[in-house]
């Protein structure tokens, strides 16, 4: 039954990554020679008060990769020239009560950290109140975990240690809408192309055990910005 269900997990999140690569290319092909509204502000400045994403493969052998909420989960400052927005993100989340299933075998529980720096850019596809707009970012990453793992079989328990370094390419769509002239929201979906090196330390019976990769991974966030912006450093 437990296979079953993780079987279904998995098909689903390959259906659902699949379709967001698709509509993805469809909005960059269509829309990408929409003209951007001139802005009247130089910078703005924007809290994202809640994202939605898989994380970082903490381990190998980790098969499910649910989505998990975050709030406010970082901040981004954007520079506009008239006809790109350049952007700055900086994310950082912690969680001391971190865990996951090792496929039927495992349990694994810890502190879970990561923080991210992206920069990227923006185009607006309206001139109106709403918004639609797209575009990328590129960036740097971190993530480690300490904690336990435990095997349900032999109820043995290991301590368990991971970090991940690696660069990683997000693409996005968005819509904003200006309420005010100096205010406005955003909500933005992403998918996270990342490739990272990849260090595992487990300790068993006192024995360190220690193996070093590469590898890419690909991560979903249905809801990776939900912000309030303010404009400044007017230009009129």
Do not use: W
């Not at 990227?120 to 575009?135: I, M």
């Amino acid at each position: 039954m437990i296979n079953a269900q993780l079987t279904y997990i998995c098909y689903y999140s390959i259906c659902m990554k699949k379709s967001l690569i698709f509509y993805f290319l469809i909005f960059f092909s269509i829309l990408s020679a929409t003209a951007q509204t001139n802005t009247d502000f130089n910078y703005n400045i924007g809290v994202n008060f809640y994202k939605l994403s898989q994380f970082p493969q903490v381990n190998f052998n980790q098969r499910v990769n649910p989505e998990t909420g975050r709030y406010f989960p970082g901040i981004i400052l954007k520079f506009n020239d008239n006809q790109l927005a350049y952007r700055v993100a900086l994310n950082f989340y912690r969680n001391s009560n971190f865990g996951f299933s090792e496929d039927d075998s495992a349990s694994v529980h810890g502190t879970y950290l990561d923080y991210s720096l992206k920069m990227g850019v923006e185009r607006d596809l309206s001139a109106t109140n709403f918004k639609p707009y797209f575009g990328a970012d590129l960036g740097f990453l971190h993530s480690e975990f300490s904690g336990l793992k435990m095997h349900f079989n032999d109820k043995t328990v290991n301590n368990l240690r991971t970090e991940k370094n690696g660069f990683l390419i997000s693409p996005f769509l968005g819509v904003k809408y200006h309420f005010i002239r100096r205010l406005y929201m955003s909500a933005e979906v992403a998918i996270d192309f990342i490739y990272a090196y990849n260090r595992l330390q487990t300790i068993n019976d006192g024995i360190k055990q220690v193996s070093h990769f590469n590898k890419g991974e690909f991560l979903l966030a249905p809801v990776s910005l939900i912000g309030l912006h303010y404009n400044f450093g007017a230009l009129n």
